[in-house]
C-alpha cells in the first residue's frame, strides 16, 4: 500500500470538544527528511520499498493531509515533580488519526490551544533521542510508542542556542495519559471522566467492554503493565528522567522521551536530568514514582470506582513489579528456574556492580559468554575480587541449570543486548545531523532494532562508555 491509499480515523473526536483542540499543523520551511524507519511503514502496511520522500516530507511537515485526516491536540493535566498542573495537554504535538491501530501523531509541528508559553516546537536534537529510542526500547522487548519517520529545516528554534527544528512522527495504540484522567477528574467534570474511561476501554482494553466491574479490571491492567514497564526499564539500566504523570501512558508504554539515559557504569541514584535537583526520578526511585502515579490516578478514578477496591488493585504492584524484575533478571543470568536466594545473589551483584563501577550492559554481554574463565569479566571492574566472590557463588548457582553451557550461552545472548543507545553515542549521531549528515542516525536506526547481533563496524559502543563520556547529564530542554 502507499501512503496516499491510507484513510485515518479519528474516534477521539466523537469525544466532547472540551477533550481536544482541532489543529493544524505549521509547516516548517525548508523539510528536509532525516530518517524513514520501514518498521514503522510495516506497522500502517505500507510498502517500505515504495515510499515516495516528498510524501513522507509532506505527511511529516503537515502539507500533505492523508484521506479522513482531522488533525488535533488532546488535552490533559498532570502531576509535574509532585506538584498538580491543572492544564497541560499535547502543546506541539498533534494527533493526524489512527490506522490499524495506530495513533499517528506529530510532535514539534506547532502551537495548539495547550501550548502555554511554548512555541509548539522540537529540536532536531531531542527528536533525533525520541526517534531511536521508541525502535530502540521495542527491539529491547519494552513496551514503548513507536516512529516512522523523523525531517528537520532550516528553520531555526530558540531554546539554549539556536537549533534546528525537527519534526518527529510517532505511533501509540493510544495517546491517553494517567493527566487525561486527572483533567477531569479535578475540574469535577466526572460526566467527562466516564466518557474517557469508555473510550479508553473501547480503544486499549476491548476484551473488558461489556464485563462486570470493567473499569475496576482496567485499572488492575494498568497497574500490572506499569509495574511491569518499570521492572523492564530496571532491568535494562534504563533512566526516564521526567515520570511526571501527563508522561505516564495509561497502556503502560514508555512515552515522551526527553532527558532519559541508559546508565554507563552502574550507579543505583544516577539522575540522568540535571534540572531534578532532588532525585525525584532518578533510576532507583523509578518504582516507587511509579507506585505514586498509579496512586494519582486510582485518586482520579475515585467517581467511577469504589476507593477500597482501587486500593486492592494498587496494592498488588509490589508483587507484579518484583516478580517481574526477578524474571526479567533471572534470565539475564541465564538462570533456568527461580531459587529461594536468587534475589539476595542479585542484590549482591548489583552492588558489586556499583562498588566495581561496572557497566552493566558490556558486564551481562560479557557473562552470556562465561565459561567459567573469570578474566574477561573482572576486567570490567574497579574491583575484581569483590567479582571473583560473586562469581564463585553464580558457578554454584548455575549448578542447578539442567541444559548445556553452549544453550545458556546462546539464550544470553538473545537477552543481554550488545548495545544500548547510551547518551554519547546518540550525541555522535546528533553531533554529525547538525552539520547535515544524517548517515549515523540512519546507522544507529539499524542497531537500535538488532541490538543482540553483532556488527563489527560499530564495535567501539558495544563496550564501556569511555570515561570522557560516563553518565553525562541532560537538561529537560527539548
Ligand atoms: P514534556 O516535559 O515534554 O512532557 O512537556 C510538558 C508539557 O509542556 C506538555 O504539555 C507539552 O506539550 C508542553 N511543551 C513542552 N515543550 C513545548 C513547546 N516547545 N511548545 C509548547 N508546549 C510545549
Ligand atoms: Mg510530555
Redesign the pocket.
Known amino acids: 500500500m502507499k501512503l496516499t491509499d491510507i484513510t485515518l480515523i479519528t474516534p477521539y473526536l466523537s469525544l466532547d470538544p472540551i477533550f481536544y483542540h482541532e489543529v493544524t499543523p505549521t509547516p516548517l520551511k525548508h523539510p528536509r527528511l532525516v530518517s524513514f524507519n520501514p518498521s514503522g511503514a510495516l506497522l500502517l502496511g505500507l510498502d517500505p520499498l515504495h515510499i515516495d520522500t516528498s510524501e513522507i516530507e509532506g505527511l511529516l511537515n503537515g502539507t500533505l493531509l492523508l484521506r479522513g485526516s482531522r488533525p488535533y491536540a488532546m488535552c490533559?493535566a498532570?502531576h509535574?515533580f509532585g506538584y498538580y498542573v491543572p492544564r497541560?495537554?499535547?502543546?506541539?504535538?498533534i494527533n493526524l488519526g489512527a490506522t490499524k491501530g495506530w495513533n499517528l501523531q506529530l510532535k514539534g509541528s506547532g502551537?495548539?490551544r495547550?501550548?502555554?508559553?511554548?512555541?509548539?516546537?522540537?529540536v532536531l536534537r531531542s527528536s533525533i533521542r525520541e526517534y531511536l529510542l521508541s525502535e530502540a526500547m521495542h527491539a529491547l522487548g519494552i513496551p514503548t510508542s513507536r516512529s516512522l519517520a523523523l525531517i528537520t529545516s532550516d528553520e531555526k528554534v530558540a531554546r539554549e542556542q539556536w537549533e534546528h527544528g525537527a519534526v518527529v512522527l510517532r505511533l501509540s495504540p493510544s495517546w491517553i495519559r494517567f493527566g487525561t484522567f486527572e483533567y477531569f477528574f479535578h475540574s469535577n467534570r466526572y460526566d467527562k471522566l466516564e466518557n474517557l474511561a469508555d473510550f479508553l476501554l473501547q480503544e486499549s482494553f476491548p476484551e473488558l467492554v461489556g464485563v462486570e466491574n470493567s473499569y475496576l479490571k482496567m485499572f488492575g491492567e494498568i497497574v500490572k503493565r506499569t509495574a511491569h514497564l518499570i521492572a523492564h526499564w530496571q532491568s535494562v539500566g534504563f533512566n526516564h528522567g521526567?515520570m511526571?504523570t501527563?508522561?505516564m501512558s495509561a497502556i503502560g508504554l514508555t512515552i515522551?522521551y526527553?532527558p532519559f539515559a541508559f546508565l554507563d557504569t552502574f550507579e543505583s541514584g544516577y539522575i540522568c536530568n540535571h534540572t531534578d535537583t532532588q532525585g525525584r526520578y532518578s533510576y532507583d526511585n523509578q518504582p516507587r514514582i511509579g507506585y505514586w502515579n498509579l496512586e494519582r490516578l486510582a485518586h482520579a478514578l475515585s467517581p467511577l470506582i469504589n476507593e477500597e477496591k482501587l486500593k486492592n488493585e494498587l496494592d498488588h504492584y509490589g508483587e507484579y513489579f518484583t516478580e517481574h524484575l526477578m524474571e526479567l533478571l533471572r534470565a539475564k543470568l541465564g538462570l533456568e528456574s527461580a531459587h529461594e536466594n536468587d534475589s539476595e545473589l542479585l542484590r549482591s551483584l548489583f552492588s558489586v556492580m556499583e562498588n566495581g563501577r561496572i557497566d552493566m550492559t558490556p558486564f551481562f554481554r560479557t557473562l552470556s559468554r562465561y565459561d567459567g574463565n573469570k578474566e574477561a569479566l573482572c576486567a570490567l571492574t574497579l574491583a575484581p575480587s569483590q567479582l571473583n566472590e560473586w562469581l564463585e557463588r553464580y558457578d554454584e548457582r548455575l549448578l542447578r541449570n539442567s541444559s548445556s553451557t553452549d544453550a545458556r550461552h546462546a539464550k544470553m545472548l538473545r537477552t543481554n543486548p550488545n548495545y544500548v543507545l547510551k547518551n554519547y553515542i546518540l550525541q555522535e549521531a546528533i553531533d554529525a545531523a547538525e552539520k547535515n549528515d544524517f548517515s549515523l542516525v540512519n546507522d544507529l536506526l539499524t542497531l537500535a532494532q538488532s541490538p543482540y547481533d553483532e556488527h563489527p563496524a560499530f564495535e567501539r559502543y558495544a563496550g564501556s562508555t569511555p570515561n570522557q563520556y560516563k553518565n553525562l547529564k541532560l537538561s529537560?530542554s527539548?
Open positions: 490533559y498532570g509535574q497541560l495537554g499535547d502543546g506541539r504535538a502551537q495548539t495547550y501550548s502555554r508559553q511554548g512555541d509548539g516546537r522540537a521526567v511526571n501527563d508522561n515522551d526527553g529537560c527539548s
